[in-house]
């Protein structure tokens, strides 16, 4: 495949391109090689990304549904865990 550089690209677009790659969950390159896609006509606009990833929204429900107090308990139980012994590291 070939490889193009763009240059002069304004920080007020670089940032709404690393905005939009964020939004669809894709790298920067992929973003940009879809808008490219898009705007030549070689792909239609609601065709999906190819982004290699699936998305999976089945554990959503369980998003935020902790408190404080089970977040904290939580994190004390992987407390000892989380500790590195110095002498498995030499």
């Known amino acids: 495949m070939k490889q193009t550089t763009v240059r002069g690209i304004e ?3 670089a940032r709404k391109l690393r905005e939009e790659a964020r ?3 894709l790298s920067l390159n992929r ?3 879809h808008l490219l896609k898009q705007a ?3 792909a239609k606009a609601s065709q999906p990304e190819e982004s290699g990833r699936r998305r ?3 554990l959503d429900h369980l ?3 902790w408190s404080k107090e089970e977040a904290d308990e939580f994190d004390r139980a992987l407390q000892e865990l989380r500790r590195i012994d110095d002498e498995l590291w030499r």
């Open 11 to 13: 920080p007020a677009l």
């Open 31 to 33: 973003t940009i090689l």
């Open 23 to 25: 939004r669809r969950g």
């Open 40 to 42: 030549t006509g070689l």
């Open 63 to 65: 998003l935020g549904t």
């Open 56 to 58: 999976f929204t089945d």
